[in-house]
């Protein structure tokens, strides 16, 4: 059964903290994304990553990185945590182009 | 560029209802479309997808065409369930390119009351 796996399901931080989200796929898959769930915004995609080491911006990427060093696991890093990155997390993974795409659980970041 | 509309939600129904969640689409040439499903707490599921025009996709009794001509992908299901309740995303995986990136509506919640 193939699986993306999320770190964590529910995070509270300060402001200004530095944030790490990890992602791990166990599918070989070539593709990683991280989008942010928002109500009445739909998914936004942050970052994606189409290979070890390599990455792409996406639609809103201002105060986010992110780092891909092994082909499973991807990370989201909030550089300087503040309240509007308050939101649900979603990391998923693809391979090829055109296929579905398969997501972890989920992770309910909150920044207090 | 590439985009996907939705119908707005809350769509409320009754148990056994008929269902349909309009989605329509902008990009060029023939896009993967794709529907997912988010239960609550839950992340995406991918519900059913279509890869060319006229295809349809189907699973757990949900279907939805793939029509070019309208540039849609309708989600349909004839009799709903309580445990249908979720919000639905319709998607699309733009044609060429190295990588797919998906593309999402911004989703409809459908509530099933018994």
Same mark, same amino acid.
């Given at each position: 059964d193939v699986k993306v796996t999320q770190s964590s399901r529910y995070l509270v931080k300060r402001t200004g903290e530095k944030v790490f989200l990890e992602c791990v796929q %166990?599918? %070989?898959?070539?593709n990683m994304f991280w989008y942010r769930q928002d109500p009445g915004l739909g998914l936004r995609l942050i970052y994606f990553s189409y290979d070890v080491k390599m990455k792409e911006k996406g639609d809103i990427p201002e105060g986010y990185s992110v780092s891909r060093e092994k082909k499973e696991r991807f990370s989201l890093i909030l550089e300087s945590a503040s309240t509007n990155q308050t939101s649900m997390y979603l990391c998923a993974s693809s391979s090829p182009p055109g296929a579905e795409a398969f997501f972890g659980q989920g992770t309910r970041l909150t920044v207090v | 560029g590439n985009s996907v509309t939705q119908m707005e939600g809350p769509v409320t129904l009754s148990e056994e209802a008929f269902l349909t969640i309009n989605c329509t689409y902008t990009a060029t040439g023939y896009p993967s479309l794709f529907w997912y499903v988010q239960y609550p707490g839950e992340g995406l599921q991918l519900l059913l997808k279509a890869t060319k025009a006229d295809d349809k996709g189907s699973n757990k009794g949900f279907e939805a065409t793939y029509r070019k001509e309208t540039t849609s992908f309708h989600l349909e299901k004839g009799s709903v369930q309580v445990s249908d309740s979720a919000v639905y995303f319709c998607a699309l995986s733009p044609p060429?390119?190295?990588?797919?990136k998906l593309i999402f509506g911004t989703g409809t919640l459908l509530a099933v009351q018994p």
């Open positions: %166990d599918m %070989d898959h070539e | 060429g390119g190295a990588t797919n």
